[in-house]
Nanobody, 118 residues
Framework: QVQLQESGGGLVQPGGSLRLSCAAS????????MRWYRQVPGKERELVAT????????HLADSVKGRFTISRDNAKNTVYLQMNSLKSEDTAMYYC???????????WGKGTLVTVSS
C-alpha cells in the first residue's frame, strides 16, 4: 500500500534549478521522516537530505549544502527537494525514501533522473 512517486527531474544546464517532488500515499505521512537519496551508476547511493515529520531538516549532505533545500507539505503528502546552482556532479537518479516503523521495510520510489549538462 505504501507508495512513493518522484517527479520533476530532467535536463538542466549548470547553474540552473529544478524542484523535485515526492508524492506519498499508504501511510500517515506526517508521522514519518522522509529522505532524498541519489545514485550514479557504479557509485554508492548517497543520502542527500533528511526531514522529520514536523519539518525539521536533520541532514543535508556537505556536497549540496547552500544549494539544495528539503521541505514538505503534510497537507499534500508531498516532500520536495529544491535544487539550485546545479553542477555536473549533481547528475544522478534521485530517490525518495522512508523507513517503516511498523515492519522495518525501507520504501523507495522508482526515482527521477536529473541530468546537469551544457
Amino acid at each position: 500500500q505504501v507508495q512513493l512517486q518522484e517527479s520533476g527531474g530532467g535536463l538542466v544546464q549548470p547553474g540552473g534549478s529544478l524542484r523535485l517532488s515526492c508524492a506519498a500515499s499508504g501511510f500517515i505521512f506526517s508521522f514519518y521522516v522522509m529522505r532524498w537519496y541519489r545514485q550514479v551508476p557504479g557509485k554508492e547511493r548517497e543520502l542527500v537530505a533528511t526531514i522529520t515529520g514536523a519539518g525539521t531538516v536533520t541532514h543535508l549532505a556537505d556536497s549540496v549544502k547552500g544549494r539544495f533545500t528539503i521541505s514538505r507539505d503534510n497537507a499534500k503528502n508531498t516532500v520536495y527537494l529544491q535544487m539550485n546552482s546545479l553542477k555536473s556532479e549533481d547528475t544522478a537518479m534521485y530517490y525518495c525514501n522512508t523507513l517503516s516503523g511498523l515492519n522495518g521495510v525501507n520504501y523507495w520510489g522508482k526515482g527521477t533522473l536529473v541530468t546537469v549538462s551544457s
